[in-house]
């Protein structure tokens, strides 16, 4: 199917335990987005890539890891998941660019950290 | 980077014209005002952009004043299936990675009724 997928759609998991949200996007776009939303702050971003092997850091990085060894994947790790991690994780894709982009967004991943 | 501020919520009626005001004071040169709708359980979606003046769409009008300080979501005659949280995104992205400039506002729900 085309578009944009996350999984798996929900997922509880215990702290300390290592966590990987997959993202993948069927329409070759350049950029690919991670975002965390929690109530009270709206979407954050946590880090983006501009390119297959590019990424970079977003507003709140810390006890994530990212990788882009493909264009359409770029999974999202927590390498020892807190509590603090419980959100919802949207993935997001897009042409990219200077000017004029459009995110895509996936249906998000639903995390629990107990 | 540019901190966006909404209203929390709006309330308004099937049929009305809804304007919802993102002030973002410290907009820089390079950044683009962008609109995203999220309904309940799913990602945002992409509503509309610009970067001076008007823009006009099918779905919605975007003003933006000269200093850019500011910009409007304008929605012509709402309908019940127009209630959702709308955010509004400042920022643009280089190509070939840099600093996060990507700031998302808290969003602004809209709650239409018959």
């Known amino acids: 199917d085309a578009g944009i997928t996350q999984s798996p759609r929900y997922k509880i998991t215990e702290t300390g335990r290592q966590v990987t949200l997959m993202c993948h996007q069927t329409?070759?776009?350049?950029?690919m987005f991670w975002y965390r939303q929690d109530l009270g702050h709206g979407l954050r971003l946590i880090y983006y890539s501009a390119a297959a092997d590019i990424t970079d850091k977003g507003e709140v990085p810390d006890g994530y890891v990212v990788s882009r060894s493909k264009t359409e994947n770029f999974p999202l790790t927590l390498e020892s998941a807190t509590r603090s991690q419980t959100s919802v994780y949207f993935c997001a894709s897009s042409e990219g660019g200077a000017v004029d982009y459009e995110q895509y967004f996936g249906p998000g991943t639903r995390l629990t950290v107990t | 980077l540019a901190k966006t501020t909404q209203p929390i919520s709006m309330d308004s009626y099937e049929g009305q014209e809804v304007n919802i005001t993102c002030s973002h004071n410290?907009?820089?040169?390079?950044?683009?005002i962008t609109w995203y709708q999220q309904f309940p359980s799913q990602g945002p979606r992409f509503i509309i952009q610009g970067y001076k003046t008007k823009v006009t769409n099918e779905v919605a009008s975007l003003f933006i004043p000269a200093d850019r300080k500011s910009s409007t979501l304008s929605l012509p005659r709402v309908s019940l299936s127009d209630t959702a949280v709308y955010y509004c995104l400042v920022g643009y992205l280089p190509y070939g990675g840099a600093t996060n400039k990507l700031i998302f506002g808290t969003g602004t729900l809209l709650a239409v009724q018959p």
């Open positions: 410290n907009i820089a040169t390079n950044d683009y």
């Open positions: 329409w070759s776009h350049s950029y």
